[in-house]
């Protein structure tokens, strides 16, 4: 199999600057001639250099339920090691398209994730969902989006976006590098949620919610109806500690009242790749609870907020990955939340 990329680099002085081969999605063939046959017959604007190269490499992916594929990112914070990798996405084939849920932290990687969706079907990639704004999760979707996928998610994704995106892409430039985010563009959602809606594939039909103000202020759920799988986005943790972005208070009720549904299986946004429900559900439950019974006693105690962050969950830090690296500000978001009440 053969694919068309491009090789773009960034500006720079003595020509030292990082360059990256990008996948032009939707030129994949059987063979170098074809491959190059349809660059010739659809040529890509801005694309004068693009040539035809074996594929690349493709995101690992697990079918934990028919027709729903998960890749596990690696429970860690993004770093020049693994690129961004580091949040779970997923896609669900139905009769006649695909939705894509999550596209990582980088273009890079919705390249590869788009290589993993055409190693099991050759159906047109037609919805993108974005289950909230975090970086680790959505800046991989332009080559879908190039390919003329629908973008969804919840009806405050493109405002609280916007706020964010110049900080987010500075960040992760840090921390992955230049050249790993070369052809990485900000989202915007073309279909926005309000509630709820329903996406048909083709005898398939995804239920997306919109929730109150969570893990963030963008929450957004994916029900495969079919297979009764539930992506969470990052509404449940597993082994990575949760991070709290939005309402403490908030958070814990959604979840509450995601536990008293039955689903046969969840997609955390980190860890899993695939609980059971609602047990797989509990450790989070259980954080977010010791998170508040800390914040209230230390705020009923009239502790200062840098003495308590200190404090708060401490007894929690052996039950998860990552603890130093988010407690801290999540104890911060709830004491500034509560201390108010």
Partial sequence: MFEAILTLCLAGVGGDAP????????????????????????????????????????????????????????????????????????????????????????????????????????????????????PDHVFGAAPFVATGAQVWGHEDFNRALADRAENYLESLEREIGQGAMIGTQVPVVTAPVAGRAELDLGGRVLLLEAWPMAHTGTDLTVHDLSTDTLFAGDLVFDTHLPALDGSLRGWRAVLAGLQGRGFARVVPGHGGPSLGWPEGGLATARYLSVLERDTRAAISAGARLGEAVLQIAAGEATQWALFDAYNARNATVAFTELEWE
């Fill in 19 to 134: 360059c990256r081969e990008v996948l032009l999605p939707g030129y994949e063939a059987t063979t170098e001639a074809a491959c190059v046959a349809a660059l010739a017959a659809r040529a890509p604007d801005g694309a004068g250099e693009a040539r035809c190269a074996p594929l690349g490499a493709a995101l690992d992916v697990d079918e934990i339920a028919p027709g729903v594929f998960v890749h596990l990112g690696q429970v860690a914070e993004p770093d020049q090691e693994n690129l961004g990798d580091a949040s779970n996405l997923g896609f669900v084939v139905g009769r006649e398209g695909v939705a894509v849920i999550d596209t990582g932290a980088a273009a890079w990687m919705g390249e590869a994730l788009w290589r993993a969706v055409r190693a099991h079907t050759d159906l047109p990639v037609t919805h993108v969902i974005l289950t909230h704004i975090h």
